[in-house]
C-alpha cells in the first residue's frame, strides 16, 4: 500500500510485516515502532526519525532512506538490496546480519558501529564516516571507500576483496587477518611509504 506522510510522528505501533512499497515519507518520526518483517520496494524516506524502532527480518528493494537518522534501532537480519541510504546516520543501533546488496550508503555516519556480522557487496561508501568501526570479520567485498574516513576503524578478520582502499591508513587502523588482493596490498603499502617495484 502506497502512503504519503509528511511532518507526523507516530508511536508505539505494531506494524508487523507491513508492506510500505511505493511509501513517500518527508521529515516523519516513527518512536517505539515494530517493523519486523517489514518489506518495501522503491519506498522513499527523507530526512525521517526513527527511534527505537525494529526492522528486525525487514527486506527493502530499491527503497532510499536519505539524510534519515536511526536512533538506537534494531537491524537484525535485514536485507537491504539496491537500496540507497546517502547522509543517514546509525546512532546507538544494532546491525547485527545485515545484508546490502550494492546500493548507495555515501556520506553515512556509521561512527563507532558494530558491523562484524554484516556482509556488504558492491555497496558505494564514498566519503561515508566509519571512524572507530567495529568491522571485525565483516564482508566489505567491492564496495567504493573512496574518501571515507576510516581512521581507527578494526577491520582484522575483514573480507575487502574488490574493494576500494585507497583512503585507508594502515597506520590508523586495525587490519590484522583482513583478506585481501595483491593489488589491494599495493596500496596499502604504499600508503606506508613505500615504494613498490617489481624484482
Do not use: H
Not at 48 to 71: H, I, L, M, P, Y
Amino acid at each position: 500500500m502506497s502512503e504519503t506522510r509528511a511532518g507526523e510522528r507516530i508511536a508505539d505501533e505494531d506494524w508487523y510485516a507491513r508492506d510500505l512499497s511505493g511509501a513517500e515519507w518527508r521529515e516523519v518520526t516513527l518512536v517505539d515502532v515494530d517493523l519486523t518483517e517489514a518489506t518495501g520496494t522503491g519506498a522513499t524516506f527523507e530526512e525521517c526519525t526513527f527511534r527505537g524502532v525494529k526492522f528486525n527480518a525487514a527486506s527493502f528493494t530499491e527503497s532510499a532512506f536519505t539524510a534519515c537518522v536511526f536512533d538506537r534501532c534494531n537491524f537484525f537480519d535485514v536485507t537491504f538490496e539496491r537500496c540507497k541510504l546517502m547522509g543517514s546516520v546509525f546512532s546507538n543501533s544494532k546491525l547485527d546480519l545485515v545484508k546490502a546488496d550494492r546500493g548507495n550508503w555515501s556520506f553515512v555516519d556509521l561512527t563507532r558501529a558494530d558491523i562484524g556480522s554484516a556482509r556488504f557487496d558492491g555497496v558505494r561508501f564514498r566519503e561515508a564516516n566509519l571512524r572507530e568501526l567495529r568491522a571485525r570479520g565483516a564482508t566489505l567485498a567491492g564496495c567504493d571507500l573512496s574518501g571515507a574516513d576510516l581512521e581507527l576503524a578494526d577491520l582484522s578478520g575483514a573480507t575487502l576483496l574488490g574493494s576500494d582502499l585507497s583512503a585507508l591508513d594502515p597506520r590508523t587502523a586495525v587490519l590484522d587477518g583482513a583478506i585481501i588482493t595483491p593489488d589491494q596490498a599495493t596500496v596499502l603499502v604504499e600508503a606506508l611509504g613505500l615504494v613498490v617495484r617489481p624484482a
